[in-house]
């Protein structure tokens, strides 16, 4: 029994480094488009794909760690601001992702010319439904980035959008709809569907 225990442990641990180490999506040389985005994405994403296809750059992180994804978002956005200071610059995530953004956002409340689009986010807070997962009692020992809810975000343009049978981001919803609906994965990815300047939440 002990061994099988032992085995069934070391068989998840597997698992969690298959996941944790992925190849991640090499930074891009940054062109001044007017209009540029970084896309993140959540738990197993380390190379945030569900993004690939509509960001300019994708955050490449190990998602077991989400310091090193807010880490890397915050090395990616300054190094664009830096070398393209007149661009506009959209910032979405999604489920972790969206966690991480929001967090970042809240570091950097002053920061203009830019906004960020959270889908799926654990950290939204209470209204419309429930807050998200990071509002669960015993939430706080993951830590910082991604415990505790909150909309702490000045006055930078934050568009929230979360899928009302969604667990992660409205924790009345239940598991049923994020285990077996589709509620997780049914938002629109695509970064250029927003607008540069929306604001508030999206609850359906």
């Excluded at 032992?6 to 698992?15: K, P, R, S, T």
């Excluded at 992925?22 to 891009?28: L, N, T």
């Excluded at 489920?95 to 991480?100: L, N, T």
Aim: net charge negative.
């Amino acid at each position: 029994m002990r061994r099988a225990t032992a085995l069934f442990a070391a068989f998840l641990l597997a698992i969690l480094f298959s996941i944790s180490y992925v190849a991640s999506p090499a930074a891009k040389a940054d062109d001044c488009l007017g209009d540029w985005a970084i896309g993140i994405g959540g738990l197993g994403d380390n190379s945030s794909s569900i993004f690939a296809p509509f960001v300019n750059q994708p955050v490449g992180y190990n998602s077991a760690d989400p310091m090193s994804g807010l880490n890397e978002l915050d090395r990616l956005f300054w190094s664009h601001r830096n070398q393209c200071p007149g661009d506009h610059i959209r910032v979405i995530g999604h489920s972790e992702g969206a966690g991480i953004v929001h967090a970042w956002v809240t570091a950097h409340q002053g920061v203009d010319n830019a906004n960020a689009i959270l889908l799926s986010d654990p950290k939204r807070a209470p209204g419309p439904g429930w807050g998200g997962l990071s509002s669960t009692p015993g939430s706080g020992i993951v830590g910082y980035p991604l415990a505790g809810v909150d909309d702490w975000f000045g006055g930078f343009p934050v568009l929230t959008v979360c899928n009302r049978d969604d667990q992660i981001c409205d924790t009345s919803a239940g598991w049923w709809g994020y285990l077996f609906g589709g509620a997780h994965s049914r938002y629109d990815f695509n970064v250029w569907d927003y607008g540069d300047w929306d604001s508030g939440v999206w609850y359906r």
